[in-house]
């Protein structure tokens, strides 16, 4: 998917959220775990009562990593389904994955030729030759780590460089040398919004993933109000809050009202930049 198509599927939709499949085996309905994939299961579930209001799915592969091969084949029929019932979805691989060349060229085969992602989190920790094996594939995209959500953010990302930049900017200044922003995004936390208007001093017209509203406190506005571009520009992403609002048979029609409830306020927000 390119970046003309990615945006008309937010024009179509009036939405930009992507829906984390962060599927907790510990945490899904309990009659579930009587199916043959109780994970598959709850993704089915999820994806069936939510396809018509989010552009993106985002599995993060924790998730299924710990289940071992189980959690794998749960993943691959995850990534089968949403390929067959609706083609149009943009799907990410939160691998968070980065290694020397001919690791990350492998780590690329795994999950745009194996298993067919249109976009990977990669780690810039180890540089160009890391990610540039990931940028290789037509069509697919890296979504390049610069500013996340989380409390330890600060440890390093924050910190001034002898430029009086922060760690964050220069990975923003050094990647744009590697890709364009039409196979490069950028992860920029929800709970840092303000400091989108930095960031998007420096890429105006990369698209960003945003994680950190929902279950994280983020202001989806004030999103839109420093990350927001003329493409729109933004995957705002949902994880806990719409998998995991309601524990029992209705799980998935209570997830599917948290995202409409999102789909709403997104559709406001792009009235109001003119871009709908």
């Known amino acids: 998917m390119n970046k003309t198509e990615l945006f008309s599927q937010i024009r179509m939709k009036r939405s930009f959220l992507c829906i984390g499949l962060d599927t907790d085996i510990l945490k899904i309905p309990g009659f579930l775990k009587d199916t043959g994939d109780p994970v598959f299961a709850f993704n089915k579930e999820i994806v069936d ?14 998730f299924y990593e710990s289940q071992g091969v189980a959690g794998w084949v749960s993943l691959e029929k995850t990534v089968r389904y949403i390929r067959e019932k609706h083609p149009a979805i ?3 691989a939160d691998a968070k994955r980065g290694d020397i060349g001919n690791t990350s060229s492998l780590y690329a085969r795994a999950f745009f030729e194996q298993m067919d992602f249109d976009a990977v989190t990669v780690a ?6 890391s990610v540039k094996p990931f940028l ?7 979504i390049l780590l610069s500013l996340t959500s989380n409390k330890g953010a600060s440890d390093f990302q924050m910190e001034p460089m002898a430029s009086g930049e922060p760690l964050f900017e220069k990975v923003l200044k050094t990647s744009l ?29 990369h698209f960003l993933l945003v994680p950190g509203i ?9 999103v839109a109000q420093y990350g927001m571009n003329a493409e729109c520009g933004l995957l705002v992403n949902a994880s806990r809050s719409i998998l995991y609002a309601s524990g029992d048979d209705g799980f998935a029609e209570a997830a599917r009202n948290e ?9 406001e927000l792009l009235l109001e930049a003119e871009l709908l």
Request: net charge neutral; glycine share 10%.
């Open 214 to 222: 929902g279950a994280q406190g983020g202001s989806l506005r004030e």
């Open 177 to 205: 040398r590697w890709g364009d922003a039409g196979h490069m995004m950028y992860v920029a936390g929800a709970t840092k919004a303000q400091e989108l208007a930095r960031i998007r001093r420096i890429i105006p017209s």
């Open 49 to 62: 009562a939510t396809h018509d209001l989010c552009v993106a799915y985002k599995p993060n592969l924790a």
């Open 136 to 142: 290789a594939y037509p069509g697919r995209w890296v």
């Open 124 to 129: 810039p920790y180890m540089g160009e030759d």
């Open 90 to 92: 943009f799907l990410i």
């Open 259 to 267: 995202a409409l409830n999102l789909q709403v306020d997104m559709e």
